[in-house]
């Protein structure tokens, strides 16, 4: 065998190896969070599901105001609630999320990185789980239509996940040591919920707070979503080199900082 070869056959078998890894974590994550009483695993959809039902129907229930460009309340609400959650609960749940599991590498193949992606997926395979059944409750009842450019929706989804878990990395390796920032952790989620453009649209605000809030990478990729979703959303404040740039820049801080922390870890 050939050393290409033989490298080719390595990198499979590591690469089929993390996935094994990252899904018995994610199963150890949810059975840790939810048990096997009542419904057990089936709370990673309901949970979300049931906070983007009582936020969506509350909006359903108000006319489409100036903030939304005119687009239809229900969609509009609904993609941004859920496609925030995705954010808000692996942000929160990344403080302190290497307290305690010193334990888990005792097995060679563990490491923090499998860690906290297994959680990360928990989360999102939740929430996009219940959007996708609170959008087919919407399309049946006709508060919703099909969205018209699917591939820019399902990629806005995916940017805010792999930069929501660049920035899990950071927080979990700097609040290991440094507690007191871990106190700011929720305080930083909430304040990012008015300006994370999950509920207006850039068209609405002044032209001196458009350049600004475009600074925030969330705000495009809310922008992103909805011209995917609607027919009449503009693809004006899309930047997928600013998006694609901030996640790389997230990523490369997290590895590193991760790399860092976990010679700071002590197996119990």
């Known amino acids: 065998?050939?050393?290409?070869?033989?490298?080719?056959?390595?990198?499979?078998?590591a690469w089929v190896t993390q996935q094994s890894v990252i899904k018995a974590l994610a199963v150890r994550e949810m059975q840790a969070r939810y048990g096997r009483d009542n419904i057990g695993f089936l709370w990673v959809v309901a949970e979300p599901l049931m906070l983007a039902t009582v936020i969506t129907s509350l909006h359903q229930l108000?006319?489409?105001?100036?903030?939304?460009?005119?687009?239809?309340?229900?969609?509009?609400?609904?993609?941004?609630?859920?496609?925030?959650?995705?954010?808000?609960?692996?942000?929160n749940r990344s403080e302190g999320a290497f307290h305690g599991i010193g334990a888990l590498f005792y097995h060679s193949q563990i490491t923090a990185f499998d860690i906290l992606a297994s959680r990360s997926l928990v989360e999102m395979i939740g929430t996009v789980l219940a959007y996708a059944l609170l959008c087919a409750v919407g399309i049946m009842l006709g508060f919703m239509e099909?969205?018209?450019?699917?591939?820019?929706?399902?990629?806005?989804?995916?940017?805010?996940?792999?930069?929501?878990?660049?920035?899990?990395?950071?927080v979990a390796a700097v609040t290991y040591t440094n507690h007191l920032i871990g106190r700011f952790v929720h305080a930083f989620s909430y304040f990012m919920f008015p300006l994370s453009g999950a509920f207006?649209?850039?068209?609405f605000l002044p032209p001196w707070a458009?350049?600004?809030?475009?600074?925030?990478?969330?705000?495009?990729?809310?922008?992103?979503?909805?011209?995917?979703?609607?027919?009449?959303?503009?693809?004006?404040?899309?930047?997928?080199?600013?998006i694609i740039g901030f996640i790389m820049l997230m990523w490369c801080w997290g590895l590193v900082a991760i790399r860092n922390v976990r010679k700071h870890i002590h197996v119990n």
């Open 146 to 170: 099909l969205p018209v450019r699917p591939l820019y929706l399902y990629a806005a989804i995916l940017a805010m996940a792999l930069m929501t878990h660049g920035m899990c990395m950071i």
């Open 210 to 242: 458009r350049s600004v809030m475009l600074w925030n990478p969330m705000v495009t990729i809310f922008e992103t979503a909805r011209y995917g979703l609607f027919v009449n959303a503009t693809p004006a404040y899309i930047y997928p080199e600013f």
């Open 62 to 91: 108000a006319e489409s105001g100036p903030y939304s460009g005119g687009l239809a309340p229900y969609p509009f609400t609904l993609t941004g609630y859920c496609i925030f959650i995705i954010f808000r609960n692996s942000f």
């Open 200 to 203: 207006f649209t850039v068209n």
């Open 1 to 13: 065998m050939s050393d290409v070869n033989r490298a080719k056959r390595s990198f499979i078998d």
